[in-house]
């Protein structure tokens, strides 16, 4: 018998049963009254010595991630096991790829080997009709659902996201203020956190009253020579370019690679930025300017949130985490 | 009850008991009849049966690696992950780290979430010294450990490794016999795989009486930056170079950035070779000849053999797979 149990049987939510076991004041006294009475009746020892014990807990965090071979998600996921890990909490780690059936079927089996939370790493679980998402609510049921860089509303509900919007506004809006003109947008998604980025593209033209060309909005696999290739098929249809801002380095590498291929100046001629700070930012030549999603933090912060509600405490549904801009050689911008 | 308690109660592997249940002939009478016995004491039902009850195995299987963020490693973890999905396993990983306490304790609490094998990704699990080994050799007594670029002689210990020695003799050897004379060795790792990769370069330059000068061998952490300043310092000493052959593609990117700025005219003047053929080989300006080490084959080949391990056939010890020469642009040689 454990935690569940007894927010099953009380009809309450598990974080509502450890603010009652925490002595938190935010629960009604008709809700406290219930939950310690089911308590009572089924002899159940609180958490925290029962982990001391082992007995009522797997102090095992389920972690999901569409694709652990993603540069960025692979990040997330380790610094979240390491972060739940300095707390003594194992992991177990599904990779699920984007299918819904499967995404869903990997949820089940995480909650089935009693998991005492779900942490979905990327907004690719987010499906864009929100009857898709039932799972992730009926799952926030059982056990605490942490989002790293997804939004949902929903009880149970965590999200720590970084400001994809202000990220891609500001630079959006420094190049437009350097006097660039005729700006082209690549990305790789229309997840929540693609969403933000593109609007937060749209948003800064919209600030210089510029009315975005569809054929200047481009969506694109995330390769170097898939973007390449789709910067090149632009020119050749006689589009021109004096700035390249990306949802990710991928689609950035591509386009600095047909810039040096065709002997555009870089940045004088195009200026192009990157997305993520990956390793391909420092590889590339000339160097990327890109924004700094501070993953690291993000999980930090998720895995902190965590702790706090097992201990009963009250969690913002919502952190938003700030981007950094890291100038580099391809804009010939300055850090104010 | 499972396969373990039968495995420890007739004191032989799990593999012995494995072969038993299929009748497979490797096993002596004496042997057979042992384990039969025990099994009917034990009224264990065995495990075909048993998985589709749902009874005797978790259907789980362990996955250890070092540093889920590597690159290389999350590919492997990926690529092992999906396989073993394919075949109806799920898989708990941990990230371990470098601290040998840390992998005994993640090894340990992977036995107690009664996995029904161990992965171990990478080489980074075997020691210098055979001694502290031991928690491997012991963990084997329990359950099959399945090493991916890793060996280690053993008891239920099965290897699947890429021929690392071969590939970095046959590029070595490539440049020698292109003219190239003054060859440069940055490598990241003394681990087995680390070893067979310098011991693939030395052994060409001994095949062309070349006596390799200590400076010409250089350790380097693994990092873009790391590799420029080490190349730099030795041409502050005043060495010079016509080849540079790494055990990775970050440390191929760092001396590329140092031709680059130094206006050393690559392949023309230095050729640069890497290794893992990761995306930096391709995001690199120009892009590397790198070295492809297969790793989903690998993967896909490690837990191929561990279900053939499960249904009680015999598998080899280790298995070698070729990796292969990519040619790009830092390289004047051709394939033949």
Redesign the interface.
Known sequence: MNIYDVSNKAGVSIATVSRVMNGNPNVSDATRKKVLTVMQELGYTPNIFARGLGLNTMQTIGIMCT???D?YL??A???T??ELRSHGY??????TGDNLENKKQSLN?LLSKRVDALILVGSKFLEAKHKDNAYIFSAAEKVPIMLINGYLEGENIYCTICDDYRAVYQITHALLSSGRKKLLYLYTSNSYSGLQKKNGFLSALRDYHILPDEQFLQICPKG??EAKEIVASLYQQGYTFDGVVTSDD?LA?GA??YA?EHHILVPKELSIVGYNNS??A????PELTSIDTKVEALCVNTVNSLMRIFEGNDVPACTTISANIIYRMTTELNPL
């Open positions: 694709d652990s071979s540069m692979a990040n996921v380790y610094y096991e390491h194992d992991s177990i780690l599904c990779c089996l170097i020579y991928f590498v600095l690679k040096l390793i391909l420092t590889c590339a030549e």
